[in-house]
């Protein structure tokens, strides 16, 4: 539970790939490892560690909507959380917007795309977490990387 709670302290603004060798880092104590993430969020993912948080107090932690959501879909395969990146803003709106564009991720927004994405898991059938991923993998692959 721990190293799923780092892993999500760890990944804003952070490649998955680059996550994983952070979380690594962490989780074996590694605390001078540069993170490739925000200062803050290390001392996040170290305090998880730390105090060998529960569930509950790992949320805490984290705090945020977007974070907590991606802890819980990474920790529990029952997951009904959705989690509301920037990729997964980017595909609500349907086409790749600069940065400087983008309008600002607000609850209002946050709620009206995961609504979105559940009613596309009741849709087809499927959890929300593997509706939210097939739309991730498919936006990432398709439209954002070639910008």
Known sequence: ?????????LSPRNKWERN??????I??????????????NKAKAMAILDECASYERIL??????KVTAFFDNIFSAESQRVTVDV???LAAFGKYIPEAERPRMTDKLYQE???????VAVQYGIA???????????????FYDEK
């Open 60 to 65: 805490e932690i984290l705090s945020g909507t």
């Open 1 to 9: 539970m721990s190293v799923c709670g780092v892993i999500a302290a």
């Open 128 to 142: 929300p977490v593997e509706a939210q991923g097939a739309i991730w993998i498919t936006w990432k692959e398709c």
């Open 113 to 119: 795309i995961e609504n979105a994405i559940r009613r």
């Open 27 to 40: 989780c074996e104590r590694k605390y001078e490892h540069k993170c490739s993430t925000f200062n803050a």
């Open 87 to 89: 990729h997964m803003k």
């Open 20 to 25: 994983l060798i952070d979380a690594k880092a």
